[in-house]
């Protein structure tokens, strides 16, 4: 039926690849990740979402973030994600790999399962604490 390309074509998938196109945009505006991801976020509906922070989660010290203090759910809160996370993680994807090399489709299973029962990580821009959360558990 010819539908390879269709993951490829799915909100998560599209705006992960918008910083990368920075260097592309460089002379058209002062801030080309601003403009790119805000046109981008327009096509798909979803203008006013949490972006994530720069650096890496888990860093503070060196140019990253606290993810407890930007998700801002407080410290049960963030422990309740953190183990449904973890949960998922040993379901659905393969521990002995970092989350580069996991399947595209699984890492969406389990995001689409943490929205499910955290409907707040919707407001979050492609789902990025659950990313980290993975990031974090699969070094």
């Known amino acids: 039926s010819g539908q390879t390309s269709a993951p490829a074509v799915r909100g998560k998938s599209v705006a992960i690849n918008a910083p990368s196109s920075d260097s592309e945009h460089s002379e058209s505006s002062p801030a080309p990740s601003e ?6 976020e327009s096509e798909l509906g979803g203008s006013d979402k949490i972006s994530k922070p720069s650096g890496e989660a888990g860093r503070p010290g060196r140019g990253g973030y606290n993810l407890e203090e930007q ?9 309740s994600l953190k183990r449904f996370v973890n949960k998922a993680i040993k379901k659905h994807l393969d521990v002995t790999k970092c989350r580069s090399q ?5 890492l969406d299973t389990v995001c689409d ?10 407001t979050f821009e492609n789902c ?3 990313l980290d959360l993975i990031q974090m558990r699969l070094k």
Do not use: H, N, T, Y
């Open 35 to 40: 403009s790119s991801l805000s046109s981008l």
């Open 128 to 130: 990025w604490p659950v």
């Open 102 to 106: 996991q399947d595209r489709k699984a």
């Open 113 to 122: 399962l943490a929205i499910a029962e955290f409907p707040d990580l919707s």
């Open 71 to 79: 998700l801002g759910w407080g410290d049960s809160g963030f422990k």
